[in-house]
């Protein structure tokens, strides 16, 4: 059975197009939630998920699995190249039966139990600090904590967890790059008003955006379209580029930032409606 819509009434953004800046890879999701609201998403990868060349040290993180006290994922992607990885080598969801896993989220956890991985901790809110404060209650002193992740991920947890009195080894999986793409037919619709909303589902995300549009012009850009983040850290990171950020999902999932977008744009006229607008009292001006 279908998912409910994220709004709880289909077509909730009728009419609406939504800029989605995830990778290729990612953005179906979010953009068939989007369709079931009645949005049209307009994708502008940003990022590409580039997986390492040298798996030296993630091979020898698995082999090693039951060394470990803890695996702790900070996204889905870390999840599905690890386990992708764990296959590789010959093993499979019974390597980490024996080690403890948290996750940051909703959606890393689902892509855990998904490979038959048991998760053993969700925080209460998916961020990094959230799932700091959870694994400091479980208390991690003299622990073996093991967390594979982005080159470009947050240090916050690492450092954290170290300062706790964890002993923390951090394994790198994959490197986020801008994606190799043309921007410039997505970036001239949201310059000309024919974009409901931008959404930032990563700090990657919008960092990659704002270095195609020019760090200097980005938020000149998107000053009168609407802008949706997935959580606070990433609407820190666009504020950052001085992004006006007009919601901030609640609930950091994709279905989340649905809702935000809902909420947001329930009572604003569409942009296809106000370009309409500027153009009939162009022609009036005009004559």
């Known amino acids: 059975m279908d998912p409910s819509p994220a ?42 998920i ?20 803890w695996v702790v994922f900070s996204s889905a992607n870390a999840v599905g190249i690890w386990v992708e990885r764990l296959h590789a080598l010959g093993l499979d969801a019974r390597a980490m039966a024996n080690v403890r896993i948290a996750a940051i989220g909703s959606a890393t956890a689902t892509a855990l139990r998904q490979a038959d991985v048991r998760v053993d901790l969700i925080p209460s809110e998916a961020v990094a600090e959230s799932l700091l404060a959870a694994l400091r209650v479980k208390g991690v002193a003299g622990r073996k904590v ?16 170290e300062a706790a009195g964890a002993a923390v080894t951090v394994v790198a999986l994959y ?36 270095r195609l549009v020019g760090t200097e012009d980005v938020a000149a850009l998107l000053q009168s379209t609407k802008v949706a983040t997935i959580g606070p850290i990433t609407a820190t990171t666009a504020r950052a580029f001085g992004i006006r950020v007009d919601a ?17 744009l329930d009572r604003e006229p569409s942009a296809e409606s106000s370009n309409h607008g500027r153009q009939v009292a162009q022609t009036i001006g005009e004559e």
Not at 187 to 209: K, M, P, Q, W, Y
Not at 248 to 264: D, F, R, S
Request: glycine share 6%.
């Open 7 to 48: 709004s709880g009434v289909a077509g909730a953004l009728d009419g609406r197009r939504i800029l989605v800046t995830r990778a290729r890879t990612q953005a179906a999701v979010l953009a068939g939630l989007l369709r079931r609201e009645g949005a049209e998403p307009v994708e502008l990868a940003t990022i590409h």
């Open 175 to 210: 490197d986020t790059l801008p994606a190799p793409e043309d921007a410039r037919a997505a970036l001239s619709e949201i310059a000309i008003g024919r974009i409901d909303a931008v959404t930032f589902t990563s700090s990657s995300t919008v960092r990659n955006f704002a």
């Open 50 to 69: 580039q997986l390492l060349d040298d798996w030296l040290l993630v091979d020898a993180a698995l082999r090693d699995l039951a060394g470990y006290d």
């Open 248 to 264: 901030v999902a609640t609930n950091h999932t994709m279905p989340g930032l649905v809702l935000a977008l809902c909420e947001l």
């Open 146 to 161: 093991l967390l594979p992740q982005a080159t470009a991920a947050r240090k916050l947890l690492a450092r954290g967890l």
